[in-house]
């Protein structure tokens, strides 16, 4: 089945949200939603999430799930703003609770914070599979970017996060704590070994040079040929050579510190203090 895709672009973050729809049905389910945030006043706002809502309640419907592709470290998760609005389950990869043991460490989180995923609703292996009304979902486990990740297969549409970027801008870093280059590279041939007409939508997407538009939807057959990191049957030794020498040279993402500990928690805020206040910490020298 062919799922109707509807993104929603965030320039902040130049991350792409998605609604997945039941060609045949209002069953849907939203992937990597995005909650804004002002690093500078500490502020959060519902704009990003609020458009998600809104398409869904003027078309009718039911939300039935909300994708993670992996905790994200660029923005902050919507999942339980737009849960609380208008329903579906809180889905991750099972690895999530290596990166919740790795960063309940790195922010000092102490013995409270459960890092059992609990936080979500569904934890997915490699092989599960879900339906979205009569779609049906299929789980690729995609790590090297982080040991979380995943690549959701619905119909013939595959949501890859940050695994893959369009075929000129190549791939995913691989230098946060968990990442590999080499896995990585493995995770992108799974992705590749489906059809190539399979319809792959990125995550982000930051407009390669020499390209004037935002782009987010591409094929396995484009990313097989024309992929500038992994494509043209690029070998293994010379995507890590290349991704480890890039990764060294880019600095952290803007939002990392606050993304992480709230998209570890499920998209959930740290629990407040005796007078209802909210803090985000800032660990000194450990990123």
């Not at 004037?212 to 990313?223: F, I, K, R, S």
Request: glycine share 10%; charged share 25%; hydrophobic share 40%.
């Amino acid at each position: 089945m062919k799922p109707d895709v509807t993104a929603f672009f965030d320039e902040a973050t130049n991350t792409i949200s998605y609604v997945v729809r039941d060609p045949q049905g209002s069953a849907c389910a939203v992937v990597d939603s995005v909650l804004d945030f002002d690093y500078a006043s500490g502020r959060t706002d519902t704009r990003s999430a609020d458009a998600i809502i809104k398409f869904v309640r003027d078309n009718g419907l039911d939300v039935q799930w909300l994708l993670e592709s992996h905790v994200h470290a660029d923005h902050l998760s919507a999942a339980p703003y737009i849960q609380d609005k208008v329903g579906g389950k809180i889905g991750i990869g099972d690895n999530i609770r290596i990166v919740q043991d790795t960063f309940g460490k790195v922010f000092n989180e102490g013995t409270e914070f459960q890092r059992d995923g609990s936080q979500f609703d569904r934890l997915f292996v490699e092989g599960d599979s879900f339906h979205i009304g009569q779609l049906r979902g299929d789980v690729l486990h995609t790590p090297g970017h982080t040991p979380a990740c995943l690549t959701y297969v619905i119909g013939d549409a595959a949501f890859v996060g940050d695994t893959l970027f369009m075929p000129d801008f190549g791939t995913a870093r691989c230098d946060f704590p968990g990442g590999s280059s080499q896995t990585l590279y493995n995770s992108i041939q799974k992705i590749l070994a489906l059809p190539d007409e399979t319809r792959i939508f990125v995550g982000h997407d930051y407009k390669a040079p020499g390209r004037d538009e935002y782009a987010w939807e591409t094929t396995v057959g484009e990313q097989k040929a024309l992929n500038v990191h992994v494509g043209a049957g690029k070998s293994a030794e010379d995507f890590v050579k290349m991704r480890d020498a890039r990764d060294a040279t880019l600095a952290m993402p803007k939002l990392i510190i606050p993304s992480l500990q709230v998209n570890m928690r499920a998209g959930q805020m740290p629990p407040a203090d005796e007078q209802g206040n909210v803090f985000l910490k800032v660990p000194v020298n450990k990123l």
